[in-house]
């Protein structure tokens, strides 16, 4: 069973910076892509950004140019460095990682961290 483990939440300032951090459990499988979501009460979780085994990147336009997602393969671990914060920011965060076996796509979260941004 993966598990993923993130750090990093916590609670910052409007206009400071925070930095999530997830490590998978095993490194015995390669993830197709790996990133974050996050969910406010009362919404829907919400794609923030990921990145593809490759390096490339995807972003929500909400946090474009000011998020930014990376990758250690080697480490199967997953990284969002988070600048210029706004109190519509604050959400429970939530690592994601999905991996393909035999033909299906099999997608794992984490337990999720807290961010909160006064204003």
């Known amino acids: 069973q993966v598990q993923l483990v993130e750090s990093g939440g916590g609670f910052v300032q409007a206009g400071g910076s925070l930095r999530l951090s997830c490590a998978a459990s095993t490194s015995s499988f390669s993830f197709n892509d790996m990133g974050w979501y996050r969910q406010a009460p009362g919404n829907q979780r919400e794609l923030v950004a990921t990145?593809?085994?490759?390096?490339?990147?995807n972003y929500a336009d909400s946090v474009k140019g000011r998020f930014a997602v990376s990758r250690d393969n080697a480490k199967n671990a997953v990284y969002l460095q988070m600048n210029s914060l706004k109190p519509e920011d604050t959400a429970v965060y939530y690592c994601t990682a999905k991996l393909t076996r035999s033909g299906l796509a099999i997608r794992y979260w984490g337990q999720g961290t807290q961010v909160t941004v006064s204003s």
């Open positions: 990145v593809n085994s490759g390096g490339s990147p």
